[in-house]
T-cell receptor, first 112, second 116 residues
Framework: GAGVSQSPRYKVAKRGQDVALRCDPI?????LFWYQQALGQGPEFLTY????????KSGLPSDRFFAERPEGSVSTLKIQRTQQEDSAVYLC??????????FGQGTRLTVV | KQEVTQIPAALSVPEGENLVLNCSFT??????LQWFRQDPGKGLTSLLL?????REQTSGRLNASLDKSSGRSTLYIAASQPGDSATYLC???????????????FGKGTLLTVNP
């Protein structure tokens, strides 16, 4: 596609539910990043993939967060047993290499 | 740990006015600094990227400056228009080689409203 595509755009989850957020990066982009943006805050780094390898997951807030990119293209961010503090916009970005260059529109997660 | 601060948090100006947004960072060992625009419900769009060796970058009505030694950057918007209304974020990339120099550290942003 022409840009980074994320789905769903909006997700409402009841506390305790599991959610899965999808990211389709720009075709051919090796690097893929997930960032979390809480209301009124700047984005914060969650995790980084180079192709299918997850090279850095230091920003994942807890072991309830899990990300994968099994074939080196589409990535999924999974959050288990969602809690209210997980409410945020989750941004995916990709690049040919180096830091995030092109960002998707984000998925707004609301945990009620 | 790098910290990025943006002031003001919000700014409202009449159309046509020139304005300056400020960004400061605590660790001057940066590789580059980037200004992004974020529209409601949308992702981030890169506006300008300044390498650590550069002093400024220009694109149309936008001019970004960088004073690495003092840990400051400004984004100057000339002749503001209602379409400029958005949140402006600055982000720094660490300067050390290897390790995690792909991580961007963002400020909280400045919410700009340009009134017709």
């Amino acid at each position: 596609g022409a840009g980074v595509s994320q789905s769903p755009r909006y997700k409402v989850a009841k506390r305790g539910q599991d959610v899965a957020l999808r990211c389709d990066p720009i075709s051919g982009h090796v690097s893929l990043f997930w960032y979390q943006q809480a209301l009124g805050q700047g984005p914060e780094f969650l995790t980084y993939f180079q192709n299918e390898a997850q090279l850095d997951k230091s920003g994942l807030p807890s072991d309830r967060f899990f990300a994968e990119r099994p074939e080196g293209s589409v990535s999924t961010l999974k959050i288990q047993r969602t809690q209210q503090e997980d409410s945020a916009v989750y941004l995916c970005a990709s690049s040919e290499g180096g830091p995030a260059a092109f960002f998707g529109q984000g998925t707004r997660l609301t945990v009620v | 740990k790098q910290e990025v601060t943006q002031i003001p948090a919000a700014l409202s100006v009449p159309e046509g006015e020139n304005l300056v947004l400020n960004c400061s960072f605590t660790d001057s060992a940066i590789y580059n600094l980037q200004w992004f625009r974020q529209d409601p419900g949308k992702g981030l769009t890169s506006l300008l990227l300044i390498q650590s060796s550069q002093r400024e970058q220009t694109s149309g009505r936008l001019n970004a400056s960088l004073d690495k030694s003092s840990g400051r950057s400004t984004l100057y918007i000339a002749a503001s228009q209602p379409g400029d209304s958005a949140t402006y974020l600055c982000a720094v990339r660490p300067g050390y080689s290897g390790g995690s120099n792909y991580k961007l550290t963002f400020g909280k942003g400045t919410l700009l409203t340009v009134n017709p």
